[in-house]
């Protein structure tokens, strides 16, 4: 893998990710672009003690423009993108409408390939092991920004989960605090080596699974993929290594290797189950990475969380009043039929 | 206001409230209904920490029914609805397809007029406080009940927000646990007792608000209508009685009777920002009500939290990788500017 850092003529960085080590990235962005003012602002709510991103210069950004004008295509003769490169394999750069800014943390996307048409799913193990590294370094990178508290890789797909371009790509954001949901967790998981005497909830969790086996979806050598016990969502299924890490930096080659096929299997079999001909299948993942400075970060699991929106294909999966006013999610299909469904997709 | 409480055909109940004390509701439902097995299971999810509600017998549920087989209309001769009578002003009944049964909790559907092609905002001010009384009332009862923690009453509005049935009504849900968004609000209330010698949260928030105005939406003698200083939402109105109450039953006359009012002109605006021709402004609102047997409970503070999953006029908010990966919101409209917007659409 070579990496090759650049800058977009406002300044904002790029990052090429290549698969052959002699790729050349000289390319140069020539587009008249202006620095965009980000008055990003974190507001804390003091009733349910979280944070707040307020993002106003946002509403202005790209909204669903037509594929020739798609900003994470490759640039072309009179066709200037966020990627001056005529191809590329993996690029990330700096988000011109980021949600977090300055000392609010800061926002990336990651494009998964330069084929407009093409979902992850549809990456070869290469092009999806190639992905990984770019998560892993822009971790790495990130984590040594002074303001910096979290590291979040996720990829968002489909319009009916609001993204608003088409082109396989995913963001990363660096938050300058510990988020609510992964609080909750250290929480958690303190309580329990607490009350018995120094155990792993992560571990337990997982051995439990694997025990119970009713909701396994796919078991590998480094890798076990199971729709949780109390799912939130109807189609959800978590990733985890069988070797506990507290995130990418810290997994093994074999975990590595393993990865892509695992993923590309999953993710193939979500579009068998709810359709890509009218419309991909939207979903949510969501890598879960220790926070950069907290004390007991060695004893956080990395793993994936990926779940759709739909509830049957064509239905989709609202979170409405209870979800939304009290935190408490209505999920009308039982996990294990779930997991059950996601077994019987396997590829031959 | 007159209260008539029966029996559907398969031994749901339905309690009628009427406006006139002299409402005769002997109608009886002659549907040949069977009792819908509601196998709906709590669980808990030990690294979150929070319940998830299983309800496996809901994707039969009704999805969009044509109007003239509205299940929440009069019933008329050869058209049994849910609601035998003829008409009705407010009608209350236990949904046949609960989210949460048996000793997981309970779940209401309350219709807010039999005219179903009205909406809240279209009620008069007398409808609004009998809605309000039916709410009130069925605090009282549904917190007699043994398993019940906290009642939740709120309405979901709008295709875009998941609805399924367009006659305007809204939802009760009586939940077996303290809810995971109203325990945090208990924890911060604790926290800032401990921290400023004994004053309550609640109290210091809508006075800091009074206080600073620049969020201010609309101003009664007994009511506070704003933004939050860290709203989470585009478009996001909380309504505080000044005198502060744990729950509904508290309110006193002024406060009961002023409500409609406030309500009404917030509702009113939102559908004047965000238009009503193409399709009603979608938008959640819940009360939030101190539960039911927690020691601090007279510490709560009884609110209505309402908010529109619209940006702007044609453009949704949706709740993406952040959102749902990390329960960290991102607002594209500074709460500032949002309460300038509902100013200016005031009634004359």
Not at 168 to 194: C, D, K, N, W
Not at 213 to 223: Q, S
Not at 293 to 313: G, K, M, P, Y
Request: glycine share 6%.
């Amino acid at each position: 893998m070579k990496k090759t850092t650049t800058r977009l003529a406002d300044g904002r960085e790029l990052i090429y990710y290549d698969s052959r080590d002699d790729a050349v990235r000289d390319a140069v962005d020539r587009r008249p672009l202006d620095r965009v003012a980000t008055a990003s602002e974190i507001r804390h709510d003091r009733l349910l003690d979280d944070s707040v991103a307020i993002a106003s210069h946002r509403q202005g950004r790209t909204y669903h423009p037509p594929a020739d004008e798609c900003p994470l295509c490759p640039s072309r003769e009179g066709r200037h993108s966020e990627i001056p490169a005529a191809d590329y394999d993996v690029a990330v750069f700096e988000n011109r409408f980021p949600s977090l800014a300055g000392d609010g943390g800061r926002c990336e996307v990651v494009c998964f390939t330069s084929d407009h048409d093409a979902s992850f799913a549809a990456l070869t193990e290469d092009q999806a092991a190639l992905v990984l590294d770019a998560w892993t370094d822009r971790t790495a990178e990130l984590s040594q920004l002074p303001g910096v508290a979290q590291v979040f890789c996720f990829e968002n797909r489909g319009a009916e989960i609001g993204v608003t371009l088409g082109h396989p790509h995913g963001q990363i954001y660096a938050y300058p605090f510990v988020t609510p949901r992964t609080e909750r967790m250290l929480r958690s998981l303190a309580a329990h080596r607490e009350a018995t005497g120094g155990r792993n909830l992560f571990d337990d969790v997982v051995a439990d699974e694997q025990a119970d086996g009713r909701r396994i979806v796919l078991e590998g050598e480094h890798w076990l993929a199971f729709v949780p016990y109390a799912a939130h969502w109807p189609y959800e299924v978590h990733l985890y290594p069988r070797r506990r890490v507290p995130d990418l930096l810290a997994l093994d080659d074999d975990a590595r290797t393993e990865f892509p096929q695992i993923y590309l299997e999953v993710l193939r079999r979500f579009d068998r189950i709810f359709g890509t001909c009218e419309a991909p299948t939207p979903y949510i993942a969501a890598w879960h990475q220790a926070p950069v400075r907290v004390a007991d970060r060695e004893d956080f699991a990395l793993h994936l969380e990926l779940f759709t929106i739909r509830r049957t294909s064509g239905k989709l999966k609202f979170l409405a009043g209870s979800e939304s006013g009290m935190n408490v999610f209505i999920n009308d299909v039982p996990p294990e039929a779930a997991a059950e469904r996601l077994r019987e997709v396997a590829s031959e």
